[in-house]
């Protein structure tokens, strides 16, 4: 569900500068100002900042009359401080100058949680370089947001703002943001009340349209002094003096004085006594909206009548209309103006209006439930269900605000809205909550995925309680929110079989609409199978992500299921599938334009490894820089994790201990920063900084690691989330030469990933055996235990899995490629290692396969007989087979052929 923008917050404010639309105009031209904004647009922004009734928007809508150029407009109110919404609604506003801006960020604002300000901006602004002619956007009435955060989205705006785009921020204080350097730079213009002030001259041109009487010099030079040139204080007394006898204005202008406030509570009783009674109850009433029009008038106005409340102010219904009385008010110049040229929607002044407000309260106090009440049935009604909750709210009819939150929650969650959603919720009082047990679990989801889990869990759990005692709250999709936001909690702790249960319950109750939440069960489902090595029940969770998800909206999440199913298959062995798995995904971003969505980071860093893994390190080391650089950008700390661990091995690949030293501890920073779980398919940082230590030879720091980890018995299987823990524990066995222990750890380690079919981790668990054998001298069992992982991983092309191992290594291909095992593998294997293969075998014509096969039973003393019974040949051919052999060694007998084949180190 998208909740629809208010359209009337995007149009310019109409002036009243044009006699020819039949009413008295009150336009006073202010060449000075005008010029002063004209010569602003040569920098990045002008700044309009002055306190209430100094003409500000009034100022730079006539501006805006004059400059003909493309305008943005956008009118703020106190609700745009969250940063999702202020950026739909500046998005929108941008929209109506060059519809295609935006369409990235704002597929970006349905990701929860949404990305980093900058990353947001920076495809905005982007898209704001395709404007060609100068353009202008008008934030109005900004002081009305209370926020850092989007003050430091503005900064990053502003700073980064394209030359054809000015921006103009009109503010009753100033914004915070860098204006001394914007000054000091001269990218900044601005106008502040001593500007806007009304010149004798200007005030006397506005007293005279105003009141159609001619004013002495002194008795405007007084008024303009008392006021000291500030507009509404002059407006105000202007509709003051036009209802009196020309003998009455001298006593008038002599009684005015005082301070601003006092000039305008003072004026405010004067002008509301000269309107009929009719006009002071439409005033009164409709001043809670921030925006009028007929109907909306209307339905307050009858509002109160149906109650019968009050029958001591003047029915409105027997005498004009609503947008009859807007169109007289407007007339009369009574502090009101037009939002649109059809003049549908109208605006008063906020000064005026927060004084009416004020008497409102004072007079009529009990009217203004009713009033709001009325205010917020019509916005439900328009579908404008933000604005309805903000009238219930003001109402503090609380069963109505949690009715209208909860329709709209879903979506809010969803657009990443937590904060003004928490906001609503929290002024509701649980009573009203507890009647609608979805509304508290979308509470608890708002509170989870805006890191206060605590407090969701707490919330979480009185729902539970109640839906258990209270049979009639149940519904299947409070039943399915519930499963699966216990679910998200129970793999915070770790009990992933109640994760499993949970999220298997949440997916059977769920409505099938709920396709955002379904994806989320569904990879939090996926998740705890993986931890626990269940892959298959795994991969069919994280297949149907992808297959489904392919919506801007689901994007985070398919993203990371390609993440997870990418793991998940190089530890099954399937190297090729993974990769070819990441093309696919390349592919979605680019038919779909993800490429700088943070998410999209989850597919870069595991793509780099998976490279890294084929010994392809320019492209790893690109691949893991840019997925990287996208989880800064989005905040992303898994990403960051797998990406900072997997480029410190790559760098430790590379030979820079340095480099990988840094990427490890960075890795280890985020990790503490976030406090992130564990219980999460990540590549774990303490885990590879001692793998590293033993690689770099600090075997005293990695026993500090291994005395820390907690230890299972060594006559129970090793889970697969200790998996790598327990390998590292066997290198640093091996390292300190502790091959009984070592060659135990690997025997449990092998047991586990055999029954789970795990081919992918059994490559490195029969490579580290083989190296436990060959130092045992059990060289039989060393190059079977390296026969066996070759033969899985040669159809995959592993790579790194065999070079990370160095020198022991070396020595075992040396073996296989002298056996004759692999040799299309294992030579290339040589050569990266950096053995000069090319002179191992210097012949004129190489040794054949089988004449290597004869070639090592000759140097193990096999006579002729035994050879032709193990290769199942004649003797005769075993014959032919030496006799080539002695040939190509040019040797002379089976001692010569075997000195000669291991100088060559054939053997």
Not at 93 to 109: D, F, K, N, S
Not at 451 to 480: F, M, N, V, W, Y
Not at 551 to 572: E, V
Request: aromatic share 8%; net charge negative.
């Amino acid at each position: 569900m998208n909740t629809p923008l208010l359209q009337t917050k995007f149009y310019i404010p109409v002036t009243r500068s044009n006699p020819a639309d039949g009413l008295r105009t009150s336009f006073v031209p202010r060449l000075r100002l005008i010029e002063r904004l004209n010569q602003g647009l040569v920098g990045k922004l002008t700044l309009i900042s002055a306190p209430a009734g100094f003409g500000k928007t009034t100022l730079v809508s006539h501006w805006l009359d004059q400059v003909n150029l493309p305008v943005a407009w956008l009118s703020l109110d106190k609700y745009d401080s969250d940063l999702a919404r202020f950026l739909r609604y500046l998005i929108a506003a941008l929209q109506t100058i060059q519809p295609a801006v935006g369409t990235e960020t704002l597929a970006l604002l349905q990701s929860s949680p949404i990305p980093p300000h900058h990353t947001l901006l920076t495809l905005l602004i982007n898209d704001l370089t395709a404007i060609e002619n100068k353009s202008i956007l008008v934030l109005d009435d900004y002081h009305l947001l209370d926020t850092d955060t989007i003050d430091q989205a503005l900064t990053y705006f502003v700073d980064n703002l394209p030359p054809t785009l000015h921006l103009v921020i009109t503010s009753r204080t100033d914004p915070n943001l860098p204006l001394a350097r914007l000054r000091a730079n001269r990218q900044m213009s601005e106008l502040r009340s001593a500007d806007l002030r009304f010149t004798p001259t200007e005030a006397a041109q506005f007293l005279t349209q105003m009141t159609g009487l001619t004013l002495s010099p002194a008795e405007v030079e007084a008024l303009d002094r008392r006021t000291e040139g500030w507009i509404a204080g002059l407006q105000m007394a202007a509709l003051s003096l036009g209802q009196r006898e020309s003998q009455a204005v001298a006593q008038f202008v002599e009684a005015f004085s005082g301070s601003h406030h006092y000039i305008m509570d003072y004026l405010v009783d004067e002008v509301l006594q000269q309107q009929s009674a009719e006009t002071q109850t439409f005033l009164l009433y409709t001043s809670i909206l921030n925006r009028l029009c007929g109907p909306l008038c209307e339905a307050l106005l009858q509002g109160v009548e149906a109650r019968d409340v009050d029958r001591a102010t003047a029915p409105i219904s027997d005498g004009p209309n609503a947008q009859e009385i807007l169109a007289n008010l407007e007339q009369a110049n009574l502090f009101i103006n037009p939002i649109d040229h059809q003049r549908r929607w109208y605006r008063y002044h906020p000064l005026f209006a927060d004084l009416l407000r004020y008497r409102l309260q004072l007079t009529y106090p009990h009217q203004l439930p009713q009033l709001h009440l009325s205010a917020s049935q019509w916005y439900e009604q328009t579908g404008l269900t933000d604005l309805a909750v903000q009238h219930a709210l003001a109402a503090q009819d609380f069963d109505r605000v949690a009715a209208l939150v909860e329709q709209v929650a879903s979506a809010m969650i969803q657009r990443s809205e937590l904060t003004i959603l928490l906001t609503w919720l929290d002024l509701v009082p649980d009573e009203a909550i507890q009647v609608r047990p979805l509304l508290g679990l979308y509470y608890s989801w708002g509170l989870f995925l805006s890191g206060q889990i605590k407090a969701a869990a707490t919330r979480l759990q009185a729902i539970e309680t109640q839906l258990e005692t209270d049979g009639t709250l149940k519904s299947s999709e409070a039943q399915a929110h519930a499963a699966a936001m216990r679910a998200y909690l129970m793999r915070e702790t770790g009990d992933l079989a109640s994760t499993i249960s949970l999220s298997q319950q949440a997916l059977a109750y769920l409505p099938k609409q709920d396709t955002l939440l379904e994806a989320m069960v569904a990879l939090n489902l996926a998740i705890a199978h993986y931890l626990q090595g269940e892959f298959e029940p795994a991969a069919q969770q994280l297949t149907h992500i992808i297959a489904t998800g392919q919506t801007a909206q689901l994007m985070a999440n398919t993203l990371a299921a390609i993440f997870l199913n990418a793991q998940l298959l190089r530890a099954q062995g399937n190297l090729q599938q993974a990769l070819r798995l990441c093309q696919e995904g390349l592919a979605l971003v680019a038919r779909y334009g993800w490429h700088n969505f943070p998410a999209v980071g989850f597919l870069y860093v595991v793509l780099g490894d998976l490279y890294r893994e084929q010994n392809a390190l320019t492209p790893a080391a690109e691949y893991l820089h840019k997925g990287i650089a996208l989880g800064q950008t989005g905040g992303h700390p898994h990403i960051l994790i797998a990406g900072y661990v997997w480029l410190a091995w790559l760098h430790q690949t590379q030979g820079d201990v340095n480099g990988s030293q840094e990427a490890i501890r960075a890795a280890l920073q985020i990790e503490q920063q976030y406090a992130v779980s564990r219980f999460w398919p990540l590549p774990s940082a303490e885990c590879y900084q001692a793998r590293l230590w033993i690689a770099q030879g600090d075997l005293t720091a990695a026993n500090r690691w291994v005395q820390a980890q907690r230890w299972s018995r060594a006559d129970t299987p090793i889970a697969y989330l200790d998996e790598a823990a327990y390998l590292t524990l066997a290198r640093l066995q091996i390292a300190e030469e502790n091959f009984e222990s070592a060659e135990a750890s690997l025997r449990r380690l092998s047991q586990a990933a055999v029954a789970a079919k795990r081919n992918g981790s059994l490559i490195e668990i029969l490579i580290l055996q083989a190296i436990t054998f060959t130092a045992r001298k059990r060289s039989r069992e060393a190059l079977s235990a390296l026969m066996q992982a070759l033969d899985l991983a040669e159809p995959e092309a592993f790579v790194r899995i065999f070079l990370d191992e160095g020198r022991p290594m070396i020595d075992l291909l040396r073996q296989a490629v002298a056996q004759g095992v692999h040799t299309t593998y294992t030579l290339p294997l040589l050569n990266a290692l950096g053995e000069a293969t090319t002179a191992a075998q210097p012949l004129v014509e190489p040794l054949s396969e089988r004449e290597m096969e004869v070639l090592r039973r000759v140097a193990a003393g096999y006579s002729n007989k035994e050879i032709a019974e193990e290769l199942i040949v004649t003797i005769s051919t075993v014959k032919r087979h030496i006799s080539n052999i002695y040939g190509k060694l040019e040797a002379g007998s089976r001692t010569q052929a075997v000195v000669k084949a291991r100088e060559l180190k054939l053997l």
